[in-house]
C-alpha cells in the first residue's frame, strides 16, 4: 500500500526504483484467522546485516528514497530488523512500516529512534479489545498496539499514520463507531481492504449495501475527525457487483514496477509490489532472486520489461483483480499526473 507514495515519487526520473518493500521473515507471533503466515516454508538461508547494506545499497544506488517494511510475517519481531534500519540509517534511505503493533512502543524507543520513518500503518480490526485479540489470536495484541499508536504520535509526530483495517462481516458495521475511535487516537487515515482468500468471514451482500449507502456519510464523518478514509465509493461499488457476480474486470494501467520491487527475504524472490507476492502464475510475477543476482540486474531483467509492458496496458496478467484499493488508486493517480 502506498499512502503518500505519489508525493514522494519523482516523476522525472522514470525508470528509477524509488520505493522498495521488504518482507524479513515469515516469523509472526500472531495467529491472525484470515492469514496464512504459519504455513510458510522455512527462510532458504540465513543472511546478515552485510547482506542487507549490500542490497539496500544497490536499491539506493537504483535511485531508492523509502524502504517499507511489512510482511510476510511481523516486521518488528523479525530477527534482523534492527539490522536493516540501521542499514537504512546508514544510508539515507527513509522508512515506512506495516505492523500488528505488538512492538511498536517498544522499537520507537530503541532500533527507530532517531530513524527517518515516514509512515507506520498499524494493523488494528477493531475499536474493542476483545474482537481484535480474537480474530488475531493474540491475547493483548489491541492494547500494545493502542500503546504503539500513542507512542508513535509522541515520539514521531511528523509520521504519517495510517491504520490497516480488515473488513469482516462481523466488524464493518460498526465502522462509524471505529473511525470515532481512530480520530481520538490522531490517526491520519484508515485504509479500508475487504478480506481476500477467506469466504467464510467476508462481508455478506447485505453488508456491502449498506456500507456504499453510508459511504458518503462515512467519509465525511472521517473527515471532520481529520480521517483520511483510503477507499472509494466506486471501490464499494464494484465490491458490491462481485457479490452480485456482475463484476466485469478491472481494466487499468499499472505502473508500479516502473517504480518499485518487493523483496521476499525468506525465498530471496522479488516481485512488482506488495500485492503479487501470492499472485498466480508465479513465471509472470517472480521476478528473480537477490541470492543468485543482484537488485540492478533483477531491475534491468527482460521478466521485469515485459511485465512493465503488460502491466502498462489494460489488460490483466492475474493480479489486477485482486488488487489492494489503495494500489489501484494510486495507479489512477499515476496515470493522471504521467500523461
Ligand atoms: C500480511 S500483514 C504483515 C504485517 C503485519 N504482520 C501486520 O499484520 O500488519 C500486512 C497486512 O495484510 C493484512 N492481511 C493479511 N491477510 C489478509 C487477508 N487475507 N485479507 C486482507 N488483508 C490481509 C493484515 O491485516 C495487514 O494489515
Ligand atoms: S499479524 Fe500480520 S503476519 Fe501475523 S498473522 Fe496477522 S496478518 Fe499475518
Ligand atoms: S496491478 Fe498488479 S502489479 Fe500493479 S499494483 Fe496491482 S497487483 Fe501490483
Redesign the pocket.
Known sequence: MFVGYIEHLDQDRVGALQYLYV?LSNI?N?H?A????HSQPPPVRPFDRDDLTRIFGDARSLGCGTVHF??????LVAPRFADAVNACNDLGLHIAI????SHLARRLRSDLCGAAVDMI???M?SHRSQEHNAI?GMRRLWEWAVEGIIAARELTPSTHLVV?H?VTASNIRLLPEYIEWAGGLGINAI?L??????PDLGATLEHVTWLAEHFMELTLEARAHGIELLCELEDVTEWRSRLLGVAGGREYRCAFPEHTLYIDFPTGSTFPC?CTIHRAPASTFDLGNIWHQPLSAIWEDERIRNLRKVLASPCDPGCKRDCDWNNVRTNRQLVTVGS
Open positions: 518482507s509472526c500472531a491472525c484470515y492469514c496464512d503466515v511489512l510482511g510476510g510475517g511481523e516486521p506495516t505492523t500488528n503493533g500503518i498499524v494493523s480490526d488475531r490497516n480488515v485504509n481492504i475487504p478480506v481476500k482468500d477467506s506488495d
